[in-house]
């Protein structure tokens, strides 16, 4: 079963036809946020993440994704993502470079950078619904490249759900992780998932003083991310 009719049996409805539809308000905002973040949104990202919005709005409850299932909430959880991706335009990305995002949840930041950046994004996340729901969403916006697996990081260790499927600490570009662990914490963590010379993304509020290697920062109104060398 593709997972657009996998979707479509959830809701019974017919998804593809839903997301079909224009909303020049949200894609402006989209655009409007990512300038203020200092990049460009390409239209594929726009597309992608317009679908990533329907979804997160249309089945948030099916999949138990918790959170904002309104537009308004929604946007935000994305407008942060998109600080996130900001924060990579800044330090510098390349395409191809690997991305370790940690607890994705719903996909914040996961599946932003995965809808913005053509880096091979890793989402761990224990649960098994929300880990079917980034697995559909990869699907429908053509990421198959990327991958969601199943278990918990626990300092440079790796406890997997799913027997075979493997994490080795200290390659990765790239790692993220949005509210799964205090900040300091996550920074600690997270230096240990990179190789040298990677960067670790914090969220941390607006106020917080610099890390020790912190190397950029994107700011929001409420929230700031920082990027820490690894
Ligand atoms: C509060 S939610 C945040 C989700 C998402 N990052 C966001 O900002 O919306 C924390 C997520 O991290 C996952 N999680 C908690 N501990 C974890 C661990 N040690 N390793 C991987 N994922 C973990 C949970 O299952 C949950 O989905």
Redesign the pocket.
Known sequence: MSSSDMLDRIEGSSYSASVQGSNADVEQRLAAAATRFGFELEPRSVDRLRQLLELWSRFGRAFNLS?ATDETGLLE?VLEGLQVVGLAHRIGWRAGQIWLD?????G?PGLVVAACLEVQVTL????ER?ASFLDLALNQVGRRDCRVIR????GKSWRPIRTGETLVAGGFDWSS????FAPDAWVEVGRQWVRKGGIVVAHVRAETEQFEGEVARVDGERWSIRGVRG
Request: overall charge positive; hydrophobic content about 40%.
């Open positions: 959170g959880h940690v607890g994705s949840g719903a914040f761990v996340e224990p649960r929300r278990g918990h990081i626990e992780a949005r509210a799964v």
